[in-house]
């Protein structure tokens, strides 16, 4: 199946730094690439849907200017998070796809763990 | 808006009892629907999704849209089924919805 990588995997910085994350996928051209944040033992919630070669749309409350969403190419998506603080600690996850039908399925990636000190 | 709700956030069955997740959803447009399963330290990966009437896994669900729900069900559940599973609603620009979760322990 499509496979979905992540890098980092875990990634520990100090408050104010920027912190930049990658989401490829490995064996296919994805259209759309989501990324999502997922607090502990609660439910992913959407950030923002990146196109290539477009800007990202983000979702109500996200700040866009604090999460930055590059997405360069069919391949790679990456999600900056400026000024980190820790309330910005959490599980980021991203997903991709290759259309818009239901039957073109979103696949993940195993999430990176953000730990701002 | 859009809004899934997962009212169990755990459930224990005995092997080879029958399981049922309950997953609700509101939503103004037509729904289109998944449920999603993350074994332990695994990732997400799509377990069904409605518009292909399958049977995944011996995992099944049915799109009622009076009722606006989208349970998941198997008639003998068993040890390989424990973990988390997520209802997920598609929005409008193809992204998911997700409810809060259920965990699912299966007892030997």
């Known amino acids: 199946g499509a496979v979905v990588s992540q890098h980092p995997s875990r990634v520990i910085c100090k408050s104010g730094t920027s912190v930049k994350i990658e989401c490829r996928s490995l064996d296919f051209q994805a259209t759309t690439m989501f990324w999502y944040r997922q607090f502990p033992k609660q439910s992913l919630m959407l950030m923002a849907t990146s196109n290539e070669g477009s800007k990202a749309t983000y979702e109500q409350g996200v700040e866009k200017d604090k999460f930055l969403i590059n997405h360069a190419s069919l391949t790679l998506s990456t999600l900056t998070v400026t000024s980190a603080h820790p309330e910005d600690s959490s599980f980021y996850i991203c997903?991709?796809?290759?259309?818009?039908?239901?039957?073109?399925?979103?696949?993940f990636g195993p999430g990176t763990r953000l730990t701002v000190l | 808006a859009q809004r899934v709700t997962q009212p169990e956030k755990l459930l224990s069955v005995f092997k080879g009892a029958p399981v049922e997740l309950k997953c609700n959803y509101s939503y103004s447009g037509s729904p289109e629907l998944f449920w999603y399963v993350q074994y332990s330290r695994q990732r997400l990966q799509l377990l069904l999704r409605h518009i292909s009437r399958e049977s995944i896994k011996g995992f099944t669900a049915d799109l009622n849209k009076g009722e606006t729900s989208f349970h998941l069900k198997k008639p003998f559940a068993q040890e390989e089924d424990s973990a988390m599973y997520y209802c997920a609603l598609k929005g409008g620009a193809n992204n998911l919805f997700f409810g809060t979760g259920t965990r699912l322990t299966v007892i030997p």
């Open positions: 997903s991709a796809t290759t259309g818009y039908s239901s039957y073109n399925e979103q696949f």
